[in-house]
């Protein structure tokens, strides 16, 4: 395992992409230590893509797109700033409630940073607040994104792991929903000298003005955030399949956008066009993983660790500690995605020995990864926050660090408490 280890890190270390890392590391493997026919690559490449839930990635990442072209976005920060406008520190808590609708719609924390920071960046700096602090609440805000359903990352472990999907989007709703109260109320601290909005983004004047202003942009709003509510209430309530699921959630968002009259076909294929550019991406990821994967349960790497995390300790929350800062590190440098699908066989075996439940592992391996999308050095949130917000990425890494401990926290306390995140799947009990 030296040797697998060398070729992987080796690899990294040179700068290439991690799809290639995985795969390529795996077939170097094979190729020098021999006693494996080399036609078990591609069998195993392409069994790792034999599965028909890998489907829902693309259009999962489509029915995102297509209600982000749908020009809601405007639509749910002038709803979400009648919510709490008015509340001290009032654009830096819309900007917080505007990320939790948005995530309910993307589940992608780019497309959060990417479609909400135009809006509410150059606001909140003509309101008074610095310009790195603005582009912070908005990069930190995003990471509900990944937790709150459709979330690919969860996703991506359910086909790592094998559990249920249905279970994993309603699992991650709790954590997402309070790391997002719990930054509205590190914002008040923060932003305490701060004044509340003084009037609304649209429809300042009357009362009457506000009040109609205010139904007009919940009518957009509830139009936004059905799609979460047929894709989780769907597979809940056994209508669909998860699969299934993000088919009504392209068809869906294909009819709001007609609605909104913001799609045309050059539209649509743009859309096609990037859904096949990232869901390729993700696909190479999971191709790749599959057969290190394989290599790895061919060497028995899975026990090996498992039986070490039993010699190290027999007690289950030192074990989960030390999960915890693996992933807090590993996030620091890999793309969550393939991070998943490298951690998941290797780190899942010890978790079912120690008695950990799957749904509650992934929303600890999932939550853990995506605080390192808002962690130098390879934080993705940070980078297109900077390319957004006009920063320099050592000057948002600092005003981006409260917020990254205040993450922890809920994330340890999700972690330490499986009932927090396994209730509400227990309570409904999905299908699929």
């Not at 230590?33 to 599965?51: E, K, M, N, W």
């Not at 990442?61 to 406008?85: C, D, K, P, S």
């Not at 969550?336 to 075996?349: E, F, H, K, R």
């Amino acid at each position: 395992m030296t040797l697998l280890g060398s070729l992987f890190f080796g690899l990294l270390v040179f700068g290439v992409p991690v799809a290639f890392v995985l795969g390529g590391a795996a077939t170097l493997y094979i190729v020098l230590v021999g006693g494996v026919p080399l036609s078990t690559v591609p069998q195993r490449i392409f069994a790792g893509l034999d599965q028909f839930v890998l489907m829902s990635i693309p259009f999962f990442i489509l029915a995102g797109f297509l209600m982000n072209e749908a020009q809601l976005t405007g639509r749910l920060v002038q709803f979400a700033n009648y919510m709490v406008g008015r509340w001290r520190a009032g654009l830096a808590q819309v900007n917080v409630v505007t990320s939790l609708f948005f995530g309910g719609i993307t589940g992608a924390a780019t497309a959060d940073v990417a479609a909400i920071g135009p809006i509410m960046i150059p606001a909140m700096v003509k309101q008074g607040y610095s310009r790195e602090n603005a582009t912070a609440v908005t990069v930190a805000s995003s990471i509900v994104g990944p937790l709150l359903p459709p979330s690919i990352p969860m996703l991506v472990y359910g086909i790592s792991s094998g559990a249920s999907i249905g279970s994993l989007f309603l699992a991650g709703v709790t954590p997402g929903l309070v790391a997002g109260f719990a930054m509205l109320a590190l914002n008040r601290y923060l932003f305490r000298h701060m004044a509340p909005t003084a009037v609304p983004l649209e429809g300042a004047g009357s009362s009457m003005a506000r009040i109609t202003g205010f139904f007009a942009s919940l009518r957009i709003a509830l139009v936004a955030l059905a799609m979460p509510l047929i894709i989780v209430g769907g597979v809940v309530g056994g209508v669909f399949t998860p699969t299934e699921s993000s088919v009504a959630a392209v068809l869906y968002a294909g009819i709001v956008g007609l609605a909104m009259r913001t799609m045309g076909l050059r539209v649509v294929a743009r859309m096609i066009g990037l859904t096949a550019i990232l869901s390729a991406t993700i696909m190479l990821i999971v191709a790749g993983a599959n057969l290190l994967g394989w290599v790895l349960a061919f060497e028995r790497v899975p026990q090996a660790i498992a039986e070490m995390f039993l010699s190290l300790t027999d007690n289950r929350w030192v074990f989960l500690l030390m999960v915890m800062a693996i992933l807090l590190v590993v996030g620091l440098f890999l793309e969550t995605s393939g991070a998943i699908i490298i951690l998941t066989p290797v780190l899942l075996p010890s978790a079912l020995a120690y008695g950990f439940d799957p749904i509650h592992f992934g929303v600890v391996i999932v939550f853990g990864l995506v605080i390192g999308l808002i962690t130098p050095p390879v934080g993705l949130c940070l980078f297109v926050g900077c390319s957004v917000g006009g920063v320099q990425l050592h000057r948002l890494a600092r005003a981006v660090t409260p917020y990254m401990v205040l993450l922890i926290v809920v994330y340890a306390f999700f972690a330490f408490v499986p009932q927090a995140s396994t209730w509400l799947p227990s309570l409904l009990n999905p299908i699929g």
